[in-house]
């Protein structure tokens, strides 16, 4: 074949030696490019489609070797090219009607060991194993149990007991999150800081708050012998035992988009399909951790705070589905500006006892006296929650966002 400078220009690519058109490769650049791009470009700059002869899907073979010699099934090719911006519109430049078939022609072009292949056996969804089920109910046991020894002992022997079991507690959530579908290779110091942060908060923070606002810790009625204001525990002990339902709603998404990218045959269909599945993920999920708080709400005999669990409940939950599918920096982000609400609002009441700082105070006061003190944590919570829903309704509903783990190993996006 003759390259567009006029002589012949082989290429030697990993399957073996190859021989392709420049041209081609031009083409393919110009279908990377966005609509908006190709709209602002001069009509004289833009490549000229392949002349005949030329073969673009060996092209797009070359430019994506690695992902195809990799791919165990035309499944992963098909959310490859996805991640990479290819849609069912740019496949039809290909001479396929979607990016599914697209991907299966790639797939059966691969150079293999061997004789050629058959049909691919589709790649088994993944399981339920027993040691990760166990690990996600030890969270729940363990605060269970750290909640009844603080409540059987008294004096040094309690705060004894309360640090052995908050310690037990945290490295029993460290073990659930590092195995199962909640488990994930992509960084998390920065969420897992902030997340601390929201979860002390909801230990301490509306006790802390109230004291503030009515003037010092003396004024309320101790929460035991050891702690100066109020401690609200049965939001803790209800997120401790819903690790184990957030676990099963993960691995029923996780699940369900692969049997939905399997039977799908465009893009547009799997997100239509996936959509609805993971809105009634996240309800299931936001009604389990509904009825956990109000069982460790009548057992602890404290009231039910159900907005500022809920909503921190939802928040922790798409933050951490959206981490295990590769998507870090939204959720990072937004648990750290949660943190930082909850933090301004608290350091606002106590600089408003400053002179000439009173109208510092005024927001969170006026918040306060309208709707008590869960209402910061469940405002900071809801909207931050929202704002990750609307955006794994955009993320997840890609079929890159399901492709295997070692698509997406090491990979981290928005």
Do not use: N
Not at 383 to 409: C, M
Request: proline share 8%; aromatic share 6%; net charge neutral.
């Amino acid at each position: 074949m003759t390259a567009a400078g006029g002589t012949d220009r082989p290429l030697t690519a990993p399957g073996g030696p190859e021989i392709w058109d420049e041209r081609a490769e031009e083409w393919l650049t110009a279908d990377a490019e966005g609509p908006e791009d190709q709209a602002l470009a001069h009509p004289l700059d833009r490549p000229r489609p392949p002349r005949a002869g030329a073969d673009p899907v060996k092209a797009l073979m070359h430019r994506h070797h690695d992902l195809c010699a990799r791919a165990v099934d035309p499944l992963e090719i098909a959310a490859g090219l996805e991640a990479h911006g290819i849609t069912d519109r740019t496949a039809a430049r290909f001479r396929h009607r979607d990016v599914f078939s697209l991907a299966e022609e790639m797939y059966a072009r691969v150079p293999r060991d061997g004789d050629a292949p058959g049909a691919p056996e589709p790649v088994a969804p993944p399981r339920v194993r027993a040691d990760w089920v166990l690990l996600t109910l030890l969270p729940g046991a363990l605060g269970a149990a750290t909640l009844a020894a603080v409540r059987l002992t008294h004096g040094q022997t309690r705060l004894i007991a309360a640090a052995v079991g908050a310690l037990a507690v945290l490295l029993a959530l460290r073990a659930a999150l590092a195995r199962g579908p909640l488990s994930t290779p992509h960084p998390t110091r920065p969420t897992a800081t902030w997340t601390g942060w929201l979860l002390g908060y909801a230990l301490l923070g509306d006790g802390l708050l109230r004291a503030a606002l009515t003037g010092g810790p003396d004024t309320l009625p101790s929460g035991g012998a050891d702690s100066p204001w109020p401690l609200t525990t049965a939001p803790l002990l209800a997120l401790a035992l819903s690790c184990a339902p957030a676990a099963w709603c993960a691995h029923l998404l996780a699940v369900r988009a692969r049997r939905t990218l399997s039977s799908s045959r465009a893009l547009a269909d799997f997100a239509t399909s996936v959509q609805p599945l993971l809105l009634v993920v996240f309800a299931v999920y936001v009604a389990a951790l509904a009825a956990l708080t109000a069982a460790t709400a009548a057992a602890l005999d404290e009231p039910a705070a159900y907005p500022a669990t809920l909503t921190l409940g939802a928040l922790l939950f798409l933050a951490r589905l959206l981490t295990v599918h590769g998507f870090t920096h939204a959720p990072a982000l937004l648990l750290t500006a949660t943190a930082a609400a909850e933090a301004t609002a608290l350091a606002a009441v106590f600089a408003a006892r400053l002179p000439g700082c009173a109208w510092l105070g005024t927001p969170t006061r006026a918040l306060t006296d309208a709707w008590g003190a869960a209402a910061v944590p469940a405002l900071a919570c809801g909207v931050a929650a929202l704002a990750l829903l609307l955006h794994a309704s955009r993320t997840l509903t890609r079929a890159s966002a399901h492709a295997a783990p070692a698509d997406a190993a090491g990979e981290e996006r928005w």
